[in-house]
T-cell receptor, first 110, second 109 residues
Framework: EPEVTQTPSHQVTQMGQEVILRCVPISNHLYFYWYRQILGQKVEFLVS????????KSEIFDDQFSVERPDGSNFTLKIRSTKLEDSAMYFCASRNEKLFFGSGTQLSVL | QQPVQSPQAVILREGEDAVINCSSS?????VHWYRQKHGEAPVFLMI?????EQKGHDKISASFNEKKQQSSLYLTASQLSYSGTYFC??????????FGAGTTVTVRA
């Protein structure tokens, strides 16, 4: 079965540093998402992307966050200046009808 | 606005049934159900798009009452493999899918 792939699986960074989380969505999907999950908590919506632009974003997705689909296959989430509270598991997802999640990137900000 | 799930947690013995509820204050376009095992990504169970629709996946089924803005997930004759956290995801449009806080299901032998 096709799957959403995410890299890296773990990322450790210092507070204030920039990180880029990478995702390859399922190839024929049209809608792309980033979610995050703080340990033991619910899955929180960050942003959705459709037709090469952001379609919705949450209040979490502030100016420090950005998304890109640079080459038609990759879908990236950039955090410009990481904060301690950005530590979480970040899931990329894509769908046409069913939403498929990647296995996540565990981001630790020290 | 995220949907509200109840109960927060349920403990079952193998073979018992359970119902997980999901409600929203907004009109819903769709309801998605996912199960997440510890340390893993959420896995799709089913999606309901029409009012009054019911669907099944093995012995797990769900209903969607569009008018009441509610969905229920039914775990029938639970198996050990059903253990995990169940999330409902709801969308009032095609773009944003927001998840509830989850219901932790523990099935014991």
């Amino acid at each position: 079965e096709p799957e959403v792939t995410q890299t890296p699986s773990h990322q450790v960074t210092q507070m204030g540093q920039e990180v880029i989380l990478r995702c390859v969505p399922i190839s024929n999907h049209l809608y792309f998402y980033w979610y995050r999950q703080i340990l033991g908590q619910k899955v929180e919506f960050l942003v959705s992307f459709y037709n090469n632009e952001i379609s919705e974003k949450s209040e979490i997705f502030d100016d420090q966050f950005s998304v890109e689909r640079p080459d038609g296959s990759n879908f990236t989430l950039k955090i410009r200046s990481t904060k301690l509270e950005d530590s979480a598991m970040y899931f990329c997802a894509s769908r046409n009808e069913k939403l498929f999640f990647g296995s996540g990137t565990q981001l630790s900000v020290l | 606005q995220q949907p509200v799930q109840s109960p927060q947690a349920v403990i079952l013995r193998e073979g018992e049934d359970a119902v997980i509820n999901c409600s929203s204050s907004k009109a819903l376009y769709s309801v998605h159900w996912y199960r997440q095992k510890h340390g893993e990504a959420p896995v799709f169970l089913m999606i309901l798009l029409k009012g009054g629709e019911q669907k099944g996946h093995d012995k797990i089924s769900a209903s969607f009452n569009e008018k009441k803005q509610q969905s229920s997930l039914y775990l029938t004759a639970s198996q050990l493999s059903y253990s995990g956290t169940y999330f409902c995801g709801t969308g009032s449009n095609d773009y944003k899918l927001s998840f509830g806080a989850g219901t932790t299901v523990t099935v014991r032998a």
